[in-house]
C-alpha cells in the first residue's frame, strides 16, 4: 500500500514551527505533495532541508519556488526518486511555479497549486487556462497509457455538498460558476475526485477562513484539496481522507491510499 498526502501549508516555514515535522514522522507518507509553501529552498532552515522516513532514510525533496519569494511555490517529498520531474514548460504558470509533476513510473504524480480566482473573478481567466493546462496535461499523460494523480489544492468547491454555506457564497471566489463548469467537464472527461468518489456524505472540508471566528471549531468550511486520478487507476485506490483534526495552517491535508 502506497500513502498520498497533500497539504496546503499556507507557508512552510511558519507551519514547521506548527508541528509539521512531527505530522511527517507521525503519517510516514511514501509521496507528500505541499503547495504555497511560500519559500525558496536557500531560505529554509536545516531542519527543512534533509527530512527524514521513519526509517531513517531521506525523503527526496523536489522543490517549485516562485521568481516572487514568499509567494505560492510547491513541493513533493518522494520516499524514492522519480525518474523524471518537471514543471509545466508553460511561462505564465511556472513563473508563479504552481506544479511540481514527477514521474515514478507506475504513475506520475502532479503537486498542484491552483490560482485562487480573487474577488470578482479578477484571475478566473488565469485560472481557467491553468485548469485547462491540467486537463490537457492529464489526456496527454492518459493517452499514452500513463496513469496520473492530481494532488493538491484547486481552489475549487465543485458543488454546494463541497462548503458549508452554498447559498451565502454564490459569486465568490472559489464557487464561481465558471469553476464549478471547469470541474464538471474534468469530471465527465473521466477524472475521478476520490474522496468525493468513497464519501458522497455532506461535512467534510479541508479548508476554513481565518476570517470568520470558530469557522474551523464550527466546521464552516469548504473541501477545496483533491486527489484526482484517471478512471482507469480507479482499482489501485484503497482509501481517501481527509485529516481535518491537523492543525498548522488554514487547509487540512488530504489522503489517498493506493494498492500498487
Known amino acids: 500500500m502506497k500513502k498520498i498526502l497533500s497539504w496546503n501549508v499556507n507557508g512552510i516555514r511558519a507551519c514547521s514551527g506548527k508541528g509539521f515535522l512531527d505530522w511527517i514522522a507521525a503519517e510516514d507518507a511514501d509521496f507528500i505533495c505541499l503547495q504555497e509553501t511560500k519559500a525558496h529552498p536557500d531560505q529554509l532552515p536545516g531542519e527543512l532541508k534533509s527530512i527524514a522516513a521513519r526509517d531513517g532514510s531521506p525523503y527526496k525533496l523536489y522543490w517549485s519556488s516562485a ?29 508563479e511555479w504552481r506544479t511540481v509533476i ?9 503537486s498542484a497549486y491552483f490560482p485562487n480566482s480573487q474577488d470578482a473573478g479578477a484571475r478566473i481567466d488565469y485560472k481557467l487556462r491553468f ?10 499523460l492518459r493517452a499514452k497509457g500513463r496513469h496520473v494523480v492530481v494532488s493538491g489544492d484547486y481552489n475549487i468547491a465543485h458543488t454546494a455538498i463541497d462548503l458549508a454555506r452554498p447559498d451565502q457564497n454564490e459569486g465568490n471566489p472559489g464557487y464561481l460558476p465558471a469553476e464549478r463548469a471547469w470541474m464538471d467537464r474534468y469530471i465527465a472527461a473521466g477524472y475521478i475526485d476520490t474522496f468525493r468518489h468513497l464519501h458522497p456524505e455532506p461535512g467534510n472540508y479541508s479548508w476554513w477562513t481565518y476570517r470568520a471566528p470558530h469557522a474551523r471549531e464550527n466546521n464552516v468550511g469548504w473541501r477545496l484539496d483533491y486527489h484526482c486520478i484517471d478512471p482507469e487507476f480507479l482499482p489501485a485506490v484503497a482509501a481517501a481522507g481527509i485529516q481535518s483534526k491537523v492543525m498548522g495552517s488554514d487547509h487540512c491535508p488530504v489522503s489517498l491510499e493506493l494498492d500498487l
Do not use: Q
Not at 519569494?69 to 520531474?85: D, H, L, Q
Not at 514527477?102 to 502532479?110: G, K, P
Open 67 to 95: 521568481a516572487r519569494r514568499g509567494y505560492s511555490g510547491t513541493a513533493i517529498f518522494a520516499k524514492r526518486e522519480a525518474s523524471s520531474v518537471t514543471t509545466f514548460g508553460i511561462p505564465e504558470f511556472d513563473d
Open 102 to 110: 514527477a514521474d515514478f513510473d507506475d504513475f506520475v504524480l502532479v
Open 131 to 140: 485548469c485547462d493546462a491540467i486537463l490537457a496535461l492529464c489526456d496527454g
